[in-house]
């Protein structure tokens, strides 16, 4: 997502002041105490009734993204790939997968090592580039950090699906257009690996979306390998390095992973998942689920939102995002997006699947590595005030080129097949209708 300079670790939300050194421990204390009043305030019931951590202080993720396996293929410069591997049809090979980085450069692909011409020095055998949550840098100029305003904790919670809360939950950040509020996109959650016997941290995997309680629409490439039981959800989260927030995170394991049965691995189409969690989410003011669109519904030219915890730039200065990133992007028809990305190193061959939705192509503003899975949302057509997801980030070439739009699997060409897995678990669609 878009950089924008500092990013913002809000400690003690609650009683509005930047921590000074000798006082951080205290407050992240008074953080949790008020996040525990919080809870009795909103849902009138204890965070230990809801599924959540009340008094401990769960330590921040780890951000860094998981190392992508290249057995199989080696990192070279596009035009060092067989034109069999690389100049297809449907992108094979040559498409930037929004997961961990395989290849470091903008014009490298991982190309089967049976296809490469003229055999470079090796650099399979590099380590990828591997980023955390970015710590900012002292600069000369110091852009002012974002100034909490306070709210009325008692916030109601809305029945249905889809409502964004544009002015955040129990506190407002200002001086930052492009960071969300805090329970901004109550249905976005992150999809993290189950912490290391003797640690605490859990490894983050990529971004999601809650369709139903018991339910998360994911990426396929995201999760292909994984088993369930390696998985947990966090909902509710906005700050990932941050160990107290306004109301506490939910975090569920997962009892199925279902990936589509047409997932293509090379190319990405049908990049749909659904993970099955073994208890529900409590619905709270920072956890609901967003509206699924109708069969085949279309959005073009629609100005729509992608969120995401994902590295700001393709390049290796990108950093990936503590506080959750938002980003305005407009959705490009299915024609003009395929001619725009044949004149990217995929070549005028390239056939964009009609399982995919485009939106982007304005310089500086894209979706980008480790958003893989996070959703991209637009305001239904029925109620402004309500959003329904487009599509599941994919895969781009890049990130944030000009006239290069970024490539979501379209949610309404997999509406039906969405619909069929939770009938297979007795799970009720009514959670994402508008």
Known sequence: MQYLGWLVTVLGLLDLGVATPNGRREKRQNGVNSAVENCRKIFNAPCDSLNILSTSTPPPLNTALPKVQVSDCQCVLYNLCSSESVSNSDGSFVIDKRLGETCSGTLDVCCPKSSILNRPIDRATQAPTMVTMPTPSPTATQKPLPTPVPQQPNVPVRSGCGYRNPQGVTVRITGSDNEAQFAEFPWMVAVLTKPPPGTEQSGYICGGSLIHPRAVLTAAHTIEGKSAEELVVRAGDWDSLSRTE???HQQLEVEAVILHENFNTDNLHNDFAVLILKTPFVITPSVNTVCLPRENDVFDAVRCTATGWGKNTFEAVG?????????????????????????????????????????????????????????LVCPSKNAQDRYVQAGIVAWGIGCGADRTPGVYASVSKARRWIDGKMAQYNLDTSSYLA
């Open 246 to 248: 306004p109301i506490p």
């Open 319 to 375: 950093r990936f995002q503590a506080v959750l990133k938002k980003i305005e992007l407009p959705v490009v028809p299915h024609t003009p997006c395929q001619t725009n990305l044949r004149r990217t190193r995929l070549g005028n061959a390239f056939i964009l699947d009609q399982s995919f939705i485009c939106a982007g192509g304005e310089a500086g503003q894209d979706t980008c590595t480790g958003d893989g899975g996070s959703p």
